[in-house]
Structures are given as structure tokens and as C-alpha cells.
Nanobody, 122 residues
Framework: QVHLVESGGELVQAGGSLRLSCAAFGNSISNYAMGWFRQAPGKEREFVAAITWSGSDTYYADSVKGRFTISRDNAKNTAYLQMNSLKPEDTAVYFC???????????????WGHGTQVTVSS
């Protein structure tokens, strides 16, 4: 069992940057792959990025490739999402998720945070 808490979301202008954090409690995230997803109003939750338990491999949605970077610090029990060159279409609630096996579908993750709001103004 692992409890996830996201932070770092806020209002930012287009072209700006944000770093989201996902702090884990109750278990070490070194046992888990970590993923970031987002959900815009009226849309389904979608995959953003994922990272293996060791951090050796990362995966990104095409829409964020080259702009976002997922990372993790297992010693701090925290995962991160660095978001650069933000666009208005990146506006969404961002969720982190954890599972024993890495995936890109929401159904593949057992543990979820409550999300943090990112709003990008034009």
C-alpha cells in the first residue's frame, strides 16, 4: 500500500515552466513504477509520462515529448514531472500513480494521488 500526494500545480503563463512533485507515504516507491496522468475538464484521464522503478527507462505521450521530463528520487520517496514550454492545452488536473509494473493505461495503476491543478494562460 502506498499513499501519493501531488504538489506544485499553479497558474502559469504560456511558455513557462512548472515542476510537479509526487511524495509517497506508507511504502518505498523503489518497488514501484511511477506514472503521471492528466485530466482536462470534460475529457478522459490521459497518460503523460512514466518511469521504471530504477529510473533507467522513461516513456512520454507524443504531446509532451521534448517538453516534459519525468524523474524520481527513491531516497526521498518522491517522483517529479518537470514541465517546460507550457501551452494552454496542458491545462488539467495532474495525477501521479504507482504500480509494480510500468504501464501507460490508467487501468494498469493501483495507487493514485488526488491530483494538482495546472492552469496555463495564453
Amino acid at each position: 500500500q502506498v499513499h501519493l500526494v501531488e504538489s506544485g500545480g499553479e497558474l502559469v503563463q504560456a511558455g513557462g515552466s512548472l515542476r510537479l512533485s509526487c511524495a509517497a507515504f506508507g511504502n518505498s516507491i523503489s518497488n514501484y513504477a511511477m506514472g503521471w496522468f492528466r485530466q482536462a475538464p470534460g475529457k478522459e484521464r490521459e497518460f503523460v509520462a512514466a518511469i521504471t522503478w530504477s529510473g533507467s527507462d522513461t516513456y512520454y505521450a507524443d504531446s509532451v515529448k521534448g517538453r516534459f521530463t519525468i524523474s524520481r528520487d527513491n531516497a526521498k520517496n518522491t517522483a517529479y514531472l518537470q514541465m517546460n514550454s507550457l501551452k494552454p492545452e496542458d491545462t488539467a488536473v495532474y495525477f501521479c500513480a504507482a504500480d509494480r509494473i510500468l504501464g501507460i493505461a490508467t487501468t494498469e495503476y493501483d495507487y493514485w494521488g488526488h491530483g494538482t491543478q495546472v492552469t496555463v494562460s495564453s
